[in-house]
């Protein structure tokens, strides 16, 4: 205890002693590293796959879990979804938006036509730099068809934890 205590009074010394020159010069450093992490932690831009491991939650397969493989694209602005289908990346092409905030985004889009509405909302976090974690969000409405038919409606739920792909 009492050799911290020394390390503490000889850290508080040295810190008066320090001039204004040499203050300004940490706070530099420390503003510099501070951007250097927020840099390092928003890089969600990327293809990121992995296995998504899926579960209706309300439909004709309640509680049924799925996997399937998944691959995530963020290029600024710009999403695209990709599903395998058979040995085949088929694209799940919507109208994608992206809200980021530091390691976090909310990936969101919604589609319809005549007889049909889909909504999709998704949030990402990055784990680390080459590992995001991702929970997707589906709603279904197939409205011309009657509620108990099959396919009329769904609510799915998805986890997966995607890896970066490198170049």
Excluded at 8 to 16: E, R
Excluded at 103 to 122: G, H, K, L, P, Y
């Amino acid at each position: 205890m009492k050799k911290i205590l020394a390390f503490f009074a000889l850290l508080s010394i040295s810190c008066f002693a320090h001039s204004e020159k040499a203050d300004k010069n940490l706070e530099a450093v420390v503003s510099a590293h501070i951007a250097e992490i927020k840099h390092f932690y928003s890089q969600l831009d990327g293809v990121w796959e992995g296995e998504l491991h899926s579960r209706e939650l309300e439909g004709d397969y309640p509680d049924q879990a799925y996997q399937r493989k998944f691959r995530l694209i963020i290029d600024n602005q710009n999403v695209y979804i990709l599903t395998d289908v058979e040995g085949e990346w088929r694209e799940y092409a919507y109208d994608y938006k992206i809200e980021r905030h530091a390691t976090n985004a909310v990936i969101f889009a919604q589609a319809s036509d005549d007889a049909w509405v889909e909504s999709i909302s998704m949030v990402a976090t990055l784990q680390d730099i080459d590992q995001l974690k991702v929970l997707w969000s589906r709603a279904v409405n197939n409205f011309l068809v009657q509620p108990d038919a099959v396919d009329a409606r769904g609510f799915f739920q998805d986890f997966a934890v995607l890896n970066r792909v490198k170049d």
